[in-house]
């Protein structure tokens, strides 16, 4: 789900669990906790007939992504292993309530194992051994990084933030315009008919240097700065340095040769397709 201010820009994102009619869980990026609470606590009407409550501190999330990772689960639970991407289920770990819930910001074959925070290094230990015959091994977010990287996953405050609206942030598929009102709708309705000035794309550097594309570096274009980048990093899985970035409209077709400067050299960048660089038809993501 994504957020929008009044003028149609990119407030935030989060994640939905459905557990009922009438109960459901947001999930946000661990740094957005504070700011997500906060702007939707203050956006409550007044006789609002829901609660907004931040359960923070009483859960914690591990990931368990790779093609083994469903061998892995069916070591140690009953759950139904076979339910599909983006379906969610409750279940027994060492003993520990948890709840399973197939996403994967990794865009591999994944769960995301929710359960109490007192119960996480019980939870970590039974998956840790149950991985061991299955080449199980702890990764970090430098990693995790490098992977969503090369499926286009958007990160706050990077590529997702209020320098740029829905529109330009190539979000328009979870526009319900049909929607008798929504916030933003009349800058994102306004903007769809001047037309959208800058587009959400991503970039390979071709022969890098020695550094990736930080946040921020400038896109160039015939002598012309025409965009930016808002996140970079280099993808271990296609073995290339990419680039994600917002670049002038007109440019923002696949095949488009850019350049980008990083740290002050300048080098050749190309547009790609719409599409994740690896796994584009998301197979694995949906094993």
């Not at 661990?30 to 007044?46: I, T």
């Not at 020695?210 to 970079?232: F, N, Q, R």
């Not at 850019?258 to 050749?268: A, L, Q, S, Y």
Request: hydrophobic share 40%.
């Amino acid at each position: 789900v994504y957020f929008s201010d009044d003028k149609g820009r990119i407030v935030t994102e989060m994640s939905v669990v459905r557990h009922g009619e009438d109960l459901m869980t947001l999930i946000t990026a661990a740094v957005a906790q504070w700011h997500d609470f906060e702007w939707l606590k203050s956006r409550m009407p007044g006789d609002a007939p829901f609660k907004l409550i931040d359960r923070t501190e009483e859960y914690s999330t591990q990931i368990l992504a790779g093609p083994n990772s469903r061998k892995i689960l069916a070591d140690i639970c009953a759950a139904d292993l076979a339910l599909p991407w983006l379906t969610h289920q409750e279940t027994s770990i060492a003993g520990r309530w948890a709840k399973l819930v197939r996403v994967s910001f990794a865009g591999e074959l994944g769960w995301e194992i929710h359960t109490k925070v007192g119960d996480t290094a019980a939870v970590f230990d039974a998956v840790w051994a149950a991985g061991q015959k299955h080449g199980l091994k702890p990764f970090g977010m430098y990693a995790l990084d490098s992977m969503r990287l090369e499926k286009g996953y958007r990160a706050w405050k990077g590529d997702l933030s209020t320098d740029y609206s829905i529109l330009q942030g190539g979000l328009e598929r979870f526009v319900k315009w049909d929607k008798p009102e929504f916030r933003g709708k009349a800058a994102l309705l306004n903007e769809k008919q001047q037309g959208v000035k800058k587009r959400f794309v991503t970039l390979v550097v071709e022969n890098p240097g020695d550094c990736d594309a930080p946040y921020m570096s400038t896109l160039w274009h015939d002598g012309k700065i025409v965009g930016e980048t808002t996140s970079g990093g280099w993808g271990n899985r296609i073995d290339k340095s990419i680039a994600l970035g917002m670049l002038r409209a007109d440019l923002a077709e696949p095949g488009t040769a850019v350049e980008v400067e990083i740290f002050g050299d300048r080098f050749k960048a190309v547009v790609q397709n719409d599409e994740p660089l690896w796994d584009p038809k998301n197979e694995r993501l949906r094993a």
